[in-house]
């Protein structure tokens, strides 16, 4: 079946933009992540989705960044006022779900948008 | 907090040598641990982890890793390297009690030499 999906691939913004990017999930899947990659680095966790309900924002670097998820599957990530150190790889990741205690499923991840603020 | 550390941002092999990718983990608690891998504008493709029960994983193109909690590590390894194997490489634990985010250790990215 059909992977993570995420549109645009790449994207130029000038700074002081707004930006939006998005993430179509694996049909069926209730959790949804957000990671940001700067180049060099391992991805870091931005925030995470169970259906519509945002969970954990804790990861966002600033009141800049805004994510939703109304209907419980399509996702946008969206930069206001870009920054030059907004620039990096947004990944997107889903999984069926994320229980109490213990269990975890594995996270399928999109090929990401490069994102690159001039 | 937890972090992972993994030693090596470059390793280079020859074809048919083994490979050896280091992770050491700090938690507070049993994480679980995953590695992933990455291919170049690629996402990240898990290529196994470990949750409970055996501590020896078996994971996809022939990798393993063993979880060892005396020395807080679960290293990457294969036999034989392939061409094919060639990419960057992802140890990333995560809080069993949390249960959301991954954390990352800074990647390794392996080169395969014929």
């Known amino acids: 079946g059909a992977g993570v999906s995420q549109s645009p691939r790449y994207k130029v913004a000038k700074r002081g933009q707004d930006v939006a990017l998005r993430c179509d999930p694996i049909s069926g899947h209730v959790s949804l992540f957000w990671y940001q990659q700067a180049l060099g680095q391992g991805p870091e966790f931005l925030t995470y989705f169970q259906n519509e309900a945002q969970l954990d924002k804790s990861g966002l670097p600033s009141d800049r960044f805004f994510a939703e998820r109304p209907e419980g599957s399509v996702s946008t990530l969206k930069i206001q006022r870009t920054q030059q150190e907004d620039s990096a790889v947004y990944l997107c990741a889903s999984s069926w779900r994320v229980g109490q205690g213990g269990e975890i499923d594995t996270q399928y991840f999109g090929p990401g948008t490069r994102l690159t603020v001039l | 907090a937890q972090s992972v550390t993994q030693l090596g941002s470059h390793v280079s092999v020859s074809e048919g040598a083994l490979v050896l990718l280091r992770c050491n983990y700090s938690s507070s608690v049993p994480p679980y641990l995953f590695w992933y891998v990455q291919y170049p504008n690629q996402g990240l493709q898990l290529l196994l982890k470990?949750?409970?029960?055996?501590?020896l994983v078996k994971g996809i193109n022939g990798f393993e890793a063993e979880f060892k909690k005396s020395e807080t590590s679960f290293h990457l390894t294969k036999p034989s390297a392939h061409m094919s194997d060639a990419a960057e490489y992802f140890c990333a634990v995560s809080d069993p009690q949390a249960g959301t985010a991954l954390i990352f250790g800074k990647g390794t990215t392996l080169s395969v030499s014929s």
């Open positions: 470990y949750t409970t029960g055996a501590t």
